[in-house]
């Protein structure tokens, strides 16, 4: 297992060496105080936001906090559209508020979304936002435009970020980020020869691959064979530049569990690092229900198989001329949870395999379902519509060729077919938030999108161009910018409350918050809590555990501190601050971009 982390290792410092300064883009970050007090009087709150990198379009949101478990199995809304299973909600989105580089405000006034007013307690604030007006910026012209065949390598396996995120396709390519975009040699490939009797997917609407968590050479993807009409998972070591080897050892003669199956566009598989997930649908194959998820072991046997029908199969669809399964076709993970998807379908999903298998209830597989309803991709809910508010219908916009979420579970789809938009976006628990578009977009062709963010120097939005080579039946390939595209973005999270904030309160205890900003260049500002007067130390330690800075070390009295580091004189990369004080200690990760 060393020896492939050490050979990984050796790959991307080649990479990164050849040419990442090529593609460096300009990260965009947010700075709010991580506490704001608020007396929820009705009157209005002004938040000052810090913005860095780039200009941005920035929706502040309120949620409830702490109230999960309260929340029942329950949907609401118009056609009961919003499903929700404990889970905290949104009781407040803004519009999309214009944000210039500097210092900014955002202004609430204490009302929910109902305009009734919000009662005093403690709630969760986001703010959520991207570049909407700076241009694409290339990543890659060679790889893939659709989204939902890939897997981004983002944390490398002791859960640290990566200086260069890899990029893997279900065709064998992968590519380091940050080297030069219009160099193709950089494009490393591998030959996938899947085992007798199977064949290989599809990768035009699903079939991403999953890598394999401990061990980056391994990953795995779907296969299907046609003669016993069934699926399963196949597991390789990733060659460059020769054939891959396939693991015979995993499953069945090479193969792992078995389920039913379809030769077109089918989710592939993730892994959250404990399982593999990976799932059926029949939206073309059958007019019977048949969606299924399945969790298999790292040895390729069957741990659970879930029915999805209840869900993503409708009978009345089908009566009326939409079709009887929806999906899934897509399927994208963060943070352990599974996000489900059909481009055919406007049912967008998250559910938890964890919570699934602690308690072994069905009802808690799901934790959100966006549905038609609430007009954020939706299908035919047009007055002109044939089918009014049929969900499961392929012949209709918008087409969301994937899913995808950040690391506040924000989730965002491409969408085509709804006009000169990018991307729909939802909330942590599902709230349809609206179109969003990228600058100079316009109604042509949407095939993908993804995050990254994992406080890496490529942190942000990545997405397709193929807009410029028009629409999606008259799409032209020689028109159109190929590759895959970076725009900034960030989320970030607080907490608003009437409670005294620990500036106005006693000192109570030793507390040390996450440095702001993070990721930084070239100065970071790092906040702590002394509960009582003593002697403190501030000192800063690289990834290999070797100090390579003191900020601070002195007496200092009880109450709120902060410390600048001014890193202009060091390496990017990851680093990790400690404070200490008495008995006292702390210790928290930071990323220095240059």
Same mark, same amino acid.
């Given at each position: 297992?060393?020896?492939?982390?050490?050979?990984?290792?050796?790959?991307?410092?080649?990479?990164?060496?050849?040419?990442?300064?090529?593609?460096?883009?300009?990260?965009?970050?947010?700075?709010?105080?991580?506490?704001?007090?608020?007396?929820?009087?009705?009157?209005?709150?002004?938040?000052? !936001?810090?913005?860095?990198?780039?200009?941005?379009?920035?929706?502040?949101?309120?949620?409830?906090?702490?109230?999960?478990?309260?929340?029942?199995?329950?949907?609401?809304?118009?056609?009961?559209?919003?499903?929700?299973?404990?889970?905290?909600?949104?009781?407040?989105?803004?519009?999309?508020?214009?944000?210039? !580089?500097?210092?900014?405000?955002? $202004?609430?006034?204490?009302?929910?979304?109902?305009? /009734?007013?919000?009662?005093?307690?403690?709630?969760?604030?986001?703010?959520?936002?991207?570049?909407?007006?700076?241009?694409?910026?290339?990543?890659?012209?060679?790889?893939?435009?659709?989204? +939902?065949?890939?897997?981004?390598?983002?944390?490398?396996?002791?859960?640290?970020?990566?200086?260069?995120?890899?990029?893997?396709?279900?065709?064998?390519?992968?590519?380091?980020?940050? /080297?030069?975009?219009?160099?193709?040699?950089?494009?490393?490939?591998?030959?996938?020869?899947?085992?007798?009797? *199977?064949?290989?997917?599809?990768?035009?609407?699903?079939? +991403?691959?999953?890598?394999?968590?401990?061990?980056?050479?391994?990953?795995?993807?779907?296969?299907?064979?046609?003669? /016993?009409?069934?699926?399963?998972?196949?597991?390789?070591?990733?060659?460059?530049?020769?054939?891959?080897?396939?693991?015979?050892?995993?499953?069945?003669?090479?193969?792992?569990?078995?389920?039913?199956?379809?030769?077109?566009?089918?989710?592939?598989?993730?892994? &959250?690092?404990?399982?593999?997930?990976?799932?059926?649908?029949?939206?073309?194959?059958?007019?019977?229900?048949?969606?299924?998820?399945?969790?298999?072991?790292?040895?390729?046997?069957?741990?659970?198989?879930?029915?999805?029908?209840? *869900?993503?199969?409708?009978?009345?669809?089908?009566?009326?001329?939409?079709?009887?399964?929806?999906?899934?076709?897509?399927?994208?993970?963060?943070?352990?949870?599974?996000?489900?998807?059909?481009? +055919?379908? +406007?049912?967008?999903?998250?559910? #938890?395999?964890?919570?699934?298998?602690?308690? &072994?209830?069905?009802?808690?597989?799901?934790?959100?379902?966006?549905?038609?309803?609430?007009?954020?991709?939706?299908?035919?809910?047009?007055?002109?519509?044939?089918?009014? *508010?049929?969900?499961?219908?392929?012949?209709?916009?918008?087409?969301?060729?994937?899913?995808?979420?950040?690391?506040?579970?924000?989730?965002?789809?491409?969408?085509?077919?709804?006009?000169?938009? /990018?991307?729909?976006?939802?909330?942590? &628990?599902?709230?349809?938030?609206?179109?969003?578009?990228?600058?100079?977009?316009?109604?042509?062709?949407?095939?993908?999108?993804?995050?990254?963010?994992?406080? $890496?120097?490529?942190?942000?939005?990545?997405?397709?161009?193929?807009?410029?080579?028009?629409?999606?039946?008259?799409?032209?390939?020689?028109?159109?910018?190929?590759?895959?595209?970076?725009?900034?973005?960030?989320?970030?999270?607080?907490?608003?409350?009437?409670?005294?904030?620990?500036?106005?309160?006693?000192?109570?205890?030793?507390?040390?918050?996450?440095?702001?900003?993070?990721?930084?260049?070239?100065?970071? $500002?790092?906040?702590?809590?002394?509960?009582?007067?003593?002697?403190?130390?501030?000192?800063?330690?690289?990834?290999?555990?070797?100090?390579? #800075?003191?900020?601070?070390?002195?007496?200092?009295?009880?109450?709120?501190?902060?410390?600048? *580091?001014?890193?202009?004189?060091?390496?990017?990369?990851?680093?990790?601050? $400690?404070?200490?004080?008495?008995?006292?200690?702390?210790?928290?990760?930071?990323?220095?971009?240059?």
């Amino acid at each position: 297992m060393k020896k492939y982390a050490i050979v990984m290792a050796l790959l991307m410092l080649v990479a990164s060496t050849a040419g990442a300064v090529d593609f460096k883009p300009t990260l965009l970050k947010l700075t709010v105080e991580p506490v704001i007090q608020y007396d929820f009087d009705g009157s209005n709150i002004s938040i000052p !936001i810090q913005v860095s990198g780039s200009t941005a379009g920035a929706i502040f949101l309120v949620y409830t906090k702490g109230k999960a478990s309260e929340i029942p199995d329950m949907r609401n809304g118009f056609l009961g559209w919003h499903h929700v299973n404990k889970v905290d909600t949104c009781i407040y989105n803004s519009s999309l508020k214009s944000l210039n !580089i500097g210092a900014n405000t955002i $202004t609430w006034n204490g009302k929910d979304n109902d305009d /009734s007013t919000v009662p005093a307690g403690e709630y969760t604030y986001y703010l959520w936002a991207f570049d909407d007006l700076g241009t694409k910026v290339k990543m890659s012209e060679y790889t893939l435009s659709r989204s +939902c065949s890939i897997d981004v390598i983002e944390l490398d396996t002791a859960g640290l970020p990566m200086a260069n995120p890899i990029y893997y396709e279900a065709t064998g390519k992968r590519w380091v980020i940050g /080297s030069d975009p219009d160099d193709e040699t950089n494009m490393q490939t591998t030959t996938i020869n899947v085992a007798e009797g *199977w064949t290989k997917l599809s990768t035009n609407y699903g079939n +991403c691959p999953a890598v394999h968590p401990d061990d980056y050479t391994m990953f795995y993807i779907q296969v299907y064979n046609g003669e /016993s009409d069934v699926s399963a998972l196949h597991k390789f070591k990733y060659v460059p530049s020769g054939d891959a080897e396939l693991q015979t050892d995993f499953g069945e003669d090479g193969y792992g569990a078995q389920f039913s199956g379809s030769s077109s566009y089918q989710p592939g598989v993730v892994t &959250d690092g404990e399982y593999l997930y990976t799932g059926d649908q029949h939206l073309v194959a059958k007019t019977d229900p048949d969606a299924d998820l399945y969790i298999v072991d790292f040895e390729g046997y069957m741990v659970d198989e879930i029915d999805l029908t209840p *869900w993503w199969s409708n009978p009345d669809d089908l009566e009326v001329g939409g079709q009887m399964n929806g999906g899934p076709n897509g399927i994208a993970i963060r943070n352990g949870k599974c996000f489900l998807n059909c481009h +055919c379908s +406007c049912i967008k999903q998250m559910i #938890d395999p964890q919570r699934y298998l602690e308690t &072994d209830e069905f009802e808690d597989l799901f934790v959100w379902t966006n549905l038609n309803g609430d007009y954020v991709l939706d299908h035919n809910f047009e007055e002109t519509a044939n089918i009014k *508010w049929i969900c499961n219908d392929y012949n209709v916009g918008p087409y969301t060729y994937n899913l995808d979420a950040d690391g506040k579970l924000f989730s965002a789809c491409p969408a085509y077919d709804v006009g000169a938009v /990018s991307f729909g976006l939802m909330g942590p &628990d599902g709230s349809g938030l609206g179109y969003f578009a990228f600058a100079g977009e316009t109604a042509g062709w949407k095939k993908g999108n993804f995050f990254i963010d994992s406080e $890496t120097a490529f942190d942000g939005m990545y997405c397709d161009n193929d807009q410029t080579g028009g629409p999606h039946y008259e799409w032209t390939a020689d028109l159109r910018s190929p590759g895959t595209f970076f725009i900034g973005h960030d989320a970030i999270m607080g907490i608003i409350t009437n409670a005294v904030t620990v500036e106005d309160a006693a000192p109570g205890a030793f507390a040390v918050a996450q440095n702001a900003p993070n990721p930084f260049n070239p100065s970071t $500002t790092i906040s702590f809590t002394l509960a009582e007067a003593g002697d403190v130390s501030v000192e800063v330690f690289n990834i290999a555990g070797q100090k390579v #800075d003191t900020i601070s070390d002195g007496f200092m009295d009880a109450g709120s501190h902060s410390v600048v *580091w001014s890193a202009s004189g060091m390496s990017a990369g990851v680093y990790f601050y $400690t404070v200490k004080s008495g008995t006292h200690s702390k210790t928290m990760k930071m990323t220095l971009l240059k």
